[in-house]
C-alpha cells in the first residue's frame, strides 16, 4: 500500500510536472507574440516614410486652371494626391466595409478576423484568408513581400508601428491615395478620372462600390477591359455593406438598378492625361525647371495667345519658302509673367523639333539699339531732338555703313533710332563706352557678365553679341516697365526675383515715344517696335510691345541657313502684328500714359539739339529728361571761333629803319585785350595800343583771345634797313 501510494504520488508529481511544463509552453506560444507584437514595433522603421517617397502625377495647368498635362511618376504610376475630405465619404464607407469593417477599433492588427482567418486557412490547409487591416494592406504597399507566416508577422508588427505613429485618418488617407485600381492606376482619384472622369469627391454610389472591389484583384476587375467582372464584384461590395448596415436593402437596389456608371469612353486620354500639346512643350519644360517640386504646377501660359502667335508663325513661313522656322516670347509687362513660348513651328522634326529657339543664343542685329540709346539718354548725352551725324565713319579699320549703304547726314536722334541708322549708334556707343554699355547689357541679363568687352568693341552695337529671344523680349519688357527690370517668371504667381532700376523713367518713356513715332505696318493700334537683321540674313527679329504686352519673333533657320528673305523688317514684322491684333482680338490696348513732368521742355541749342551755351544763337524748345543734366553745346563754341582776331597793328608788311635801329610799332588787335606772343615767345596779355621794338629781320606775332572764343591771328613782317641811295 505504502509502495502503491509512494509510485501514485510520484505519478501524481510527475503529471503535475508535465502539466506545468504543457501549460508555461502554452503560455509562451499566446504571450510570446503578444508581447512581440507589443515590444518589436518599437524596433521598426515608420512604414510611411517610404509611402510618402513615392512622387504622385505632376500637373500643369494653364494660366485659368486648366489642365495642360500630366507628368506620371518616375515609375510610370498615375497617382495623385489628394485629402481625405476630396474623397466622396460613401467611397471611403465602401472600401472599409469591403477591405476592414473594424479599421476604427483596431490598432493595426485585427485579432478578432486574424483568429477567424487562421481557423479558415487550417481548415484549408493554405493561406485562403490574410485578415489583412487596412494599416498592414498600407505596409505591404510600402513593402512588398512574400506570402507566408512569417512575412504575414512582420507586417503585422511593423501595422502596429504605422498606428502607433500615425492617425487613422492619416492611415486612411495615404491608403486610399495608393491603393491598386488595375494598370497603372494608383489610389482613388486616378481611378475616379480614369474610368469616370471625374474627381473622387464627386462619384456617384454605383460608381464607388464598383472601385471598392476594384484593389482585391485590380487587373482581373478593370472595368474598362472586364465591366461584367467588375459589376459582379461590385454586387459583393453591396452586399458587404448591407451586412454592415451601411445601406438598406432598398438602397442597394436603387444603387444597381437606377444609377449609371459614367464610363470614360475617350480613349485618347487614355489614362487620364490629356496628351501634352507639342506647342505647349517648351513652356512646360521652363516651368517644370522653375517650379522644382511641385505637383500642381499653375504655369503662366496662356493656352489661347499661343496658338495664336503659333498661327500667326505658321502662316508667315508659307510666304517665305526658304526659310523653316521661326519662335515667339511673349511677356504680360507688369507681372512679368511669360505667358508664351514656342521654341519652334516643326514640332514633327524629331531632331530641330526638340530645339527651343526661344532660349538659344543668336546674333540679334539692331535689336540693342534701344539700350544704347536709353543709356545714352541717362548719361546726358542726348534727348530725342539732338543732333547726330549719318555718315561713314572709320575707328580703326572698323567702318560700319547703313543697311541700305545710305547716309543721312544730320538727323535728329529720334530718327536715327527709328530709322535704325547704324553710325549713330556706333558713335553713341563709342561715346559711352563698351565696357559700360556691357555692365547695363548684363543688367538687364542680354549678356554674360564674364564677357569681354574688348573682344566686341564697337560692334556691339550692330549686334555682335548674341543672345535669345527670351531674355531680348524680357529685356525690352523693362520699357514698358518704366525701366524696371525683373526676370520672367513661367509660374502664375507673384515674381519674387529682384527688381534692379536700368534705366530713367523718363528715358524709357522717351524712347517709347520714339519705337512708336513710325507706324508698324498692318497694325491697327499704336504698337512700339524695333527690327533686327543679323549679318548675312541668318537671323530676322521683331520686339514689339504695347502697354501690356512684349512679344518678341525670330524667323530663321535652325540649321543657320541665310537666306535673302530673312529682313527683320519683312519676315519679323508680319507674324508680330499679326498675333498682336489676334491677341487683342477687336478691342485696342491701353493707351500709353506718358507723365509729361517725365520730359520736361526745356531751351536746347536747335544747331546741337544739346544744352545751349551763351555762344549758340538758334534756341529752341524741346523735351529735356527730368533731373538728367543735358550735355552743353560743344558746336556753337567752335563756330565762334572762326570769328578770327584781327591784327591791326603791326600789318603784314615791310618796316624800314635806319642804321639797324629798333622800330616802335603799335600792338593793336579787334578786340580789347589780347595775349600776345612775339617770335613765339609769350609776351603777356596787353591793352590795345601797346607798344614793342621791333629789330631789323623777320618777325611772327600772333594774338590770342584770352578767353578762348575767337581763332588767334597771326602775320608776320619784317624790319628792313633803309638803303639810302647815292
Ligand atoms: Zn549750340
Request: hydrophobic share 40%; glycine share 4%.
Amino acid at each position: 500500500m505504502m509502495l502503491m501510494g509512494k509510485s501514485t504520488v510520484l505519478l501524481k508529481f510527475k503529471l503535475h510536472k508535465r502539466t506545468i511544463r504543457l501549460c508555461l509552453g502554452a503560455c509562451i506560444a499566446i504571450l510570446a507574440p503578444i508581447l512581440a507584437l507589443i515590444v518589436a514595433p518599437c524596433f521598426c522603421d515608420d512604414p510611411m516614410t517610404i509611402i510618402n517617397r513615392r512622387t504622385p502625377v505632376r500637373t500643369f495647368y494653364d494660366i485659368n486652371g486648366q489642365v495642360i498635362h500630366m507628368e506620371p511618376t518616375y515609375d510610370f504610376q498615375w497617382r495623385f494626391d489628394i485629402p481625405l475630405e476630396d474623397v466622396s465619404p460613401f467611397a471611403i464607407r465602401a472600401i472599409l466595409d469591403t477591405e476592414d469593417t473594424r479599421f476604427f477599433q483596431h490598432g493595426g492588427v485585427d485579432y478578432r478576423s486574424t483568429i477567424r482567418a487562421a481557423c479558415q486557412n487550417l481548415f484549408h490547409r493554405k493561406i485562403v484568408s490574410g485578415a489583412s487591416t487596412i494599416s498592414m494592406q498600407l505596409v505591404s504597399i510600402s513593402k512588398p513581400r512574400k506570402r507566408s507566416y512569417w512575412n504575414k508577422i512582420l507586417q503585422a508588427t511593423e501595422a502596429r508601428r504605422l498606428e502607433q505613429l500615425h492617425s487613422k485618418d492619416e492611415i486612411l488617407q495615404a491608403y486610399l491615395n495608393h491603393l491598386p485600381f488595375g494598370g497603372k492606376i494608383y489610389g482613388i482619384q486616378a481611378a475616379s478620372q480614369a474610368y469616370f472622369g471625374v474627381n473622387a469627391s464627386q462619384l456617384n454610389r454605383s460608381e464607388a462600390t464598383l472601385l471598392a472591389g476594384i484593389p482585391q484583384r485590380p487587373n482581373a476587375f478593370k472595368p474598362d477591359k472586364y465591366l461584367q467582372r467588375a459589376r459582379k464584384r461590385q454586387i459583393t461590395v453591396l452586399n458587404l455593406m448591407r451586412r454592415n448596415n451601411s445601406i438598406a436593402q432598398d438602397e442597394l437596389i436603387d444603387i444597381i438598378k437606377n444609377e449609371p456608371l459614367r464610363m470614360t469612353k475617350d480613349r485618347s486620354y487614355y489614362p487620364i492625361a490629356p496628351k501634352i500639346n507639342p506647342i505647349h512643350t517648351h513652356f512646360i519644360n521652363l516651368a517644370r525647371q522653375e517650379a522644382q517640386n511641385s505637383l500642381h504646377i499653375n504655369c503662366a501660359i496662356d493656352t489661347q495667345a499661343t496658338h495664336l502667335i503659333h498661327k500667326a508663325l505658321v502662316d508667315q513661313l508659307n510666304k517665305l519658302p526658304d526659310v523653316n522656322d521661326a519662335a515667339a516670347v511673349l511677356i504680360h509687362n507688369s507681372s512679368r509673367q511669360c505667358r508664351a513660348i514656342i521654341g519652334t513651328v516643326d514640332f514633327s522634326n524629331p531632331i530641330d523639333g526638340q530645339v527651343n529657339a526661344a532660349t538659344a543664343i543668336r546674333s540679334a542685329g539692331s535689336t540693342l539699339k534701344p539700350f544704347i540709346f536709353l543709356e545714352s539718354m541717362d548719361a546726358g548725352l542726348i534727348t530725342a531732338d539732338t543732333i547726330l551725324n549719318d555718315a561713314k565713319i572709320n575707328f580703326s579699320g572698323y567702318a560700319p555703313g547703313n543697311y541700305d549703304g545710305q547716309y543721312s547726314g544730320k538727323i535728329r536722334a529720334a530718327e536715327a533710332l527709328a530709322f535704325s541708322l547704324n553710325t549713330p549708334a556706333v558713335n553713341l556707343l563709342k561715346q559711352i563706352t563698351t565696357q559700360r554699355m556691357i555692365r547695363k547689357l548684363n543688367e538687364i541679363d542680354l549678356v554674360s557678365s564674364r564677357i569681354n568687352h574688348a573682344n566686341h568693341g564697337l560692334a556691339l552695337a550692330l549686334g555682335t553679341v548674341g543672345h535669345s529671344l527670351l531674355n531680348l523680349t524680357n529685356a525690352y519688357s523693362t520699357i514698358p516697365n518704366q525701366g524696371f527690370f525683373q526676370k520672367a517668371t513661367f509660374i502664375n504667381q507673384s515674381n519674387n526675383s529682384p527688381i534692379s532700376i536700368a534705366f530713367s523713367r523718363p528715358a524709357t518713356q522717351l524712347i517709347t515715344q520714339i519705337l512708336t513715332s513710325r507706324e508698324l505696318p498692318q497694325a491697327t493700334f499704336p504698337i512700339a517696335w524695333k527690327t533686327g537683321t543679323s549679318t548675312g540674313n541668318h537671323d530676322a527679329w521683331c520686339i514689339a510691345f504695347t502697354p501690356e504686352y512684349t512679344i518678341g519673333i525670330w524667323v530663321g533657320n535652325k540649321n543657320g541657313k541665310p537666306s535673302a528673305s530673312l529682313v527683320g523688317a519683312t519676315a519679323a514684322i508680319p507674324p508680330a502684328v499679326h498675333a498682336l491684333q489676334a491677341i487683342y482680338k477687336n478691342s485696342f490696348p491701353k493707351p500709353w500714359e506718358y507723365d509729361q513732368q517725365l520730359l520736361p521742355l526745356n531751351k536746347i541749342c536747335a544747331e546741337s539739339g544739346l544744352a545751349p551755351t551763351p555762344a549758340c544763337k538758334k534756341i529752341k524748345l524741346a523735351q529735356t529728361l527730368l533731373n538728367v543734366p543735358l550735355a552743353h553745346c560743344k558746336k556753337c563754341t567752335r563756330f565762334t571761333k572762326q570769328q578770327q582776331i584781327t591784327i591791326l597793328s603791326p600789318k603784314h608788311n615791310t618796316y624800314l629803319t635806319e642804321d639797324d635801329e629798333p622800330v616802335t610799332l603799335n600792338l593793336e588787335a579787334n578786340l580789347k585785350d589780347v595775349i600776345w606772343f612775339i617770335d613765339g615767345q609769350f609776351i603777356g596779355t596787353l591793352p590795345n595800343g601797346s607798344t614793342h621794338d621791333f629789330t631789323p629781320g623777320r618777325h611772327t606775332i600772333t594774338a590770342v583771345d584770352p578767353n578762348h572764343n575767337a581763332k588767334s591771328h597771326k602775320i608776320s613782317f619784317a624790319v628792313d634797313q633803309l638803303v639810302l641811295e647815292d
